[in-house]
């Protein structure tokens, strides 16, 4: 449905992933908005849904958090309704941001959808994630500028700006236009008239945040247990002391839970934990039977993947302790096995946005563990069923 263009991607990951910022003019060319505002707002009735209005009213920032009582109360003065997660909601949103999968899924984090009024927009600011926003309907300024030590500024608790910087790139952005900026890079959108903007960002967890989730990994599945040891103990003219050799051997320690196979279970556990608060657990979904399942696929039903599912796997690893009989993959911080003769099939699968009969037919027929695996995602809700 979407199809990204005026870019070339392997000059893009060359020369400006992480590096430059970028206007791609008319990377979508007659771009059609995902959702209207209309829908978006609709969007923040839910409890789960991360929203928030930023508002300029006579000069004063202030910060609202959806769900709202009443939404038409904080559309004051200049205003932009934010939404997180889209692409778990809204299917074309999904397809919007798959058109960038020349960055690994792994790296993705969401896309966030903004509507703006004329004037709106959240002010000067710095992010930590990298991010492609898209210019939806509407027509916006965007300035850009280069990291530099940028004054931070606080209008509101909930808001962080900066009080100016140089832009580099200074330019309207029409429908189907695209601006990528690198972490930190400072930036600011201001809308020229009602506007939607669709903000592709991508994770980059810190090691703070590595750390405490292996960490919590490690004490669920009760793992790490092994203990400093010291039994080359040797006197010492201080008791107090702490010895350079005692230090290492800390580190050492401390590296070796990076080398077991309690980091290569978590990793992709991690990796593949896109799910949502409160997404997906409270929901009623329809038990199909395998050989109703089938039946469907024969009598052409589409499969399509559920919008927010990015299923990942690891690279197969040249060691025996890679699991040679099974090919393991990832979806919500959940893993999924299958026998490894089905590798192939199933990867093919988890890549494709929608399955018929015919996909089976293309990828060698029918191979008997894949009407069970079919079933389970589907019962799941992580793949559903359409015309
Ligand atoms: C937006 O207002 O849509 C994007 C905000 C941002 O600059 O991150
Ligand atoms: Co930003």
């Known amino acids: 449905m979407y199809r990204l263009q005026n870019i070339n991607t392997d000059v893009f990951l060359k020369e400006y992933w992480q590096k430059k910022p970028l206007l791609i003019r008319q990377g979508f060319t007659d771009f059609e908005d995902p959702i209207d505002e209309h829908e978006l707002a609709g969007l923040t009735e839910e409890d789960s849904v991360d929203s928030r209005i930023v508002s300029n009213h006579n000069g004063k920032w202030t910060v609202a958090h959806g769900p709202y009582d009443d939404i038409n109360s904080h559309c004051l003065g200049q205003w ?6 889209v692409d778990h909601y809204v299917p074309a949103a999904d397809s919007l941001m798959n058109t960038f ?3 690994p899924v792994w790296r993705m984090d969401d896309l966030m959808v903004s509507y703006s009024n004329a004037g709106a927009g959240v002010g000067p600011h710095l992010d930590q994630y990298d991010v492609f926003i898209i210019q939806g309907k509407g027509s916006r300024r965007w300035q850009v500028g280069l990291p530099d030590q940028y004054e931070a500024v606080r209008p509101h608790c909930d808001l962080s700006q900066i009080t100016g910087f140089t832009p ?22 201001a809308a020229l008239e009602p506007c939607m903007n669709y903000s592709v960002g991508f994770r980059a ?50 590296a070796e839970t990076l080398q077991g196979e309690a980091f290569e279970k978590w990793l992709p556990i991690f990796l593949s934990d896109n799910k949502k608060a409160g997404d997906e657990s409270n929901q009623q979904i329809e ?22 599912i990015k299923p990942l ?32 099939l199933v990867k093919n699968f988890l890549s494709e946005p929608f399955i018929t009969e015919e996909f089976l037919a293309d990828n060698g027929g029918q191979h008997p563990e894949f009407a069970p695996l079919l079933t389970l995602l589907v019962n799941k809700g992580y793949w559903y069923i359409g015309e």
Request: hydrophobic share 35%; net charge negative.
């Open 80 to 85: 932009s309704l934010l939404v997180q997660s």
């Open 313 to 344: 796997f690891v690279e197969p690893g040249n060691s025996d302790k890679h699991g040679e009989d099974n090919f393991t993959f990832y979806i919500l911080g959940e893993a999924y096995s299958g026998p490894i003769e089905s590798a192939e």
């Open 287 to 308: 038990e199909f039977s395998e050989q109703a399942m089938m039946e469907m696929l024969q009598n052409g039903e589409y499969f399509y993947r559920a919008p927010g």
């Open 101 to 103: 999968d020349f960055i």
């Open 168 to 189: 580099v790139i200074d330019e309207v952005l029409n429908p189907g236009d695209i601006i990528y900026i690198p972490a930190n890079h400072p930036h600011n959108g």
């Open 205 to 254: 967890p810190s090691q703070q945040e590595i750390l405490s989730s292996f960490a919590d990994y490690a004490i669920d599945n009760n793992l790490l247990s092994k203990r400093f040891k010291d039994r080359a103990l040797s006197p010492r003219k201080f008791s107090g002391e702490i010895k350079q050799q005692e230090v290492a051997q800390f580190k050492a320690l401390l």
